[in-house]
């Protein structure tokens, strides 16, 4: 059972960023909020890069499909001092 929450400030887990090459680089900087949840996958308010996958009838019935989705174990919750620096 995950602890986050929708509004939760998020960051990858290290775990994460080693297990696929990203040591350095912008991801493991970013900060996101959890907008929702679909299963083991937190929705997060960073857009989606490619929306081709997806009809524009499917985007209309589920407009969550827009944003970006992240497994909840690749997630960490961010204390609120270190999300202002």
Do not use: C, H
């Not at 990203?22 to 490619?50: C, Y």
Request: proline share 2%; net charge neutral; hydrophobic share 40%.
């Amino acid at each position: 059972m995950s602890t986050l929450a929708v509004g939760d400030r998020v960051k990858l887990t290290a775990k994460f960023l080693r297990s696929t090459g990203q040591r350095v680089g912008s991801e493991g900087t970013k900060v996101f909020e959890v907008l929702g949840f679909e299963r083991d996958w937190a929705i997060v308010n960073e857009p989606m890069f490619d929306l081709s996958y997806f009809t524009q009838a499917e985007l209309e019935a589920d407009p969550t499909l827009k944003w970006r989705r992240i497994g909840i174990s690749n997630l960490k919750k961010v204390a609120a001092l270190e999300v202002e620096s």
